[in-house]
């Protein structure tokens, strides 16, 4: 059974970093593309970050392109989201999803979410 646990969100001020994990289990974790993707209220589900294990590319929204970094360990089937430079519109639950191979492809898995809450 693939499971996806988010951990890591919390309040931050403006300017603060967060680093969020998503733990990963149930399928092999050395040929995955693992995406973030953040839901505001009010506002549909939007991708911000992928990674592709066969090839290492990574991917990023324009609105976090720079304060981002999307990373993996796979000695412990983790991959991480390192936020810098919060901005409150960056205030959202952020997800955790694992695509149907590429970071193009559709979402197979999603986890449950973690809340990011930026204070200006």
């Known amino acids: 059974e693939v499971q996806l646990v988010e951990s890591g969100g919390g309040l931050v001020q403006a300017g603060g970093s967060l680093r969020l994990s998503c733990a990963a289990s149930g399928f092999t974790f050395d040929d995955y593309a693992i995406g973030w993707f953040r839901q505001a209220p009010g506002k549909e589900r939007e991708g911000v970050s992928c990674i592709s294990s066969s090839d290492g590319s990574t991917y990023y929204a324009d609105s976090v392109k720079g304060r981002f970094t999307i990373s993996s360990d796979n000695a412990k089937n983790t991959v991480y989201l390192q936020m810098n430079s919060l901005k409150p519109e960056d205030t959202a639950v952020y997800y955790c999803?694992?695509?149907?191979?590429?970071?193009?492809?559709?979402?197979?898995?999603w986890g449950q979410g973690t809340q990011v809450t930026v204070s200006s």
């Open positions: 999803a694992l695509m149907d191979y590429y970071c193009s492809g559709s979402v197979d898995y």
